[in-house]
């Protein structure tokens, strides 16, 4: 007889209340820690099975992290609004996209950013750190909500999902590369916005959608680059998009993943064994960004 998995909790106090504000994102970091992220209409007390509350940490918006073998947990950056998208470059920076409020931000250690609604956890915050981007998804000037419907020009709305900077083949057209793709949950499709360097920090301009699906069920959630300079993409396709307490509403069997491909995508096998140290530094110093995922095109490494 098949073993049964065993099951580890880890963390517990992770609020639900809301329904679709919680956490969510699970990405590794550059640094080796699991990433995450969590909406600001959700209230989280995250703690070790049985720790008191006054010793858990409070989160209601945000980017947590975890270690995956010391398990410490901390909030590495608190604001935005409803983000669900996460990823980093080539320098291991971090970005997060968002809803409602401005779609883009760079996020550092201890920063806070912009919030869709309530106070930080630490009121004591001069001010609050904006967004990287030089525009916004929605048409008009009396706010995101206002733009429903009528923002295709603009590409598509105010909500998003999904964050993935192309760091794969060098197959794929230099424009691609360093862009950061986001679905467009109203637009049904996904937005690609370029990050350029800018003072210490970054801006993104607004490029062309990365795709269309033609298609309002679909609802892609996030992207991620494969070992042959693929992308596969998760897509949640169902009617109701979000913002319902009844569960019924969604039909939980239409689920897809597909794969996205350029013409010259190819499989590289790279032995590490058989390098020499210095390849391996150089390679590594390359491409710190996630060494977890396979390496490709011949000394371009990612992941």
């Excluded at 963390?11 to 550059?30: I, M, R, V």
């Excluded at 916005?193 to 990365?210: E, I, K």
Aim: net charge neutral; charged share 20%; with cysteine.
């Amino acid at each position: 007889m098949a073993k049964r998995p065993v099951v580890l909790v880890v963390l517990d106090g992770w609020g639900y209340e809301d329904t679709h504000e919680t956490l969510n994102t699970f990405t590794w970091g550059p640094d080796g820690w699991l990433y995450g992220t969590h909406g600001v209409f959700t209230e989280s007390l995250v703690g070790k099975p049985g720790t008191p509350d006054s010793e858990r940490v409070r989160l209601n918006a945000g980017v947590w992290r975890l270690h995956p073998v010391t398990l410490a947990f901390e909030v590495f950056a608190e604001g935005t609004s409803n983000p669900w998208g996460l990823d980093f470059n080539d320098y291991g920076h971090a970005f997060v996209t968002a809803c409602v409020i401005e779609h883009l931000y760079q996020v550092v250690q201890g920063g806070r950013y912009k919030r869709q609604a309530g106070q930080h956890v630490n009121p004591n915050v001069y001010d609050d750190i904006k967004t990287v981007a030089d525009h916004v998804h929605w048409v008009g000037n009396k706010g995101p909500h206002a733009g429903n419907s009528r923002s295709d020009a603009a590409g598509g709305g105010h909500a998003h999902a999904g964050a993935m900077i192309y760091l794969g083949g060098d197959t794929w057209p230099k424009e691609y590369r360093d862009a950061i793709v986001m679905n467009n949950i109203h637009g049904a499709r996904a937005n690609m916005d370029r990050l350029q360097r800018q003072g210490s920090g970054y801006a993104a301009t607004h490029g062309p959608d990365f795709l269309k699906a033609n298609d309002s069920w679909s609802q892609m959630l996030n992207f991620r680059y494969g070992p042959d300079g693929s992308v596969h993409v998760i897509d949640w396709y169902d009617k109701n998009q979000c913002h319902s307490s009844n569960p019924e509403v969604h039909d939980k069997t239409l689920g897809r993943i597909y794969k996205i491909s350029h013409t010259g995508d190819t499989w590289v096998q790279v032995d590490l064994a058989k390098m020499a140290s210095e390849q391996r530094s150089a390679a590594s110093a390359q491409r710190l960004v996630r060494a977890s995922r396979a390496a490709h095109s011949a000394g371009t490494w990612a992941r």
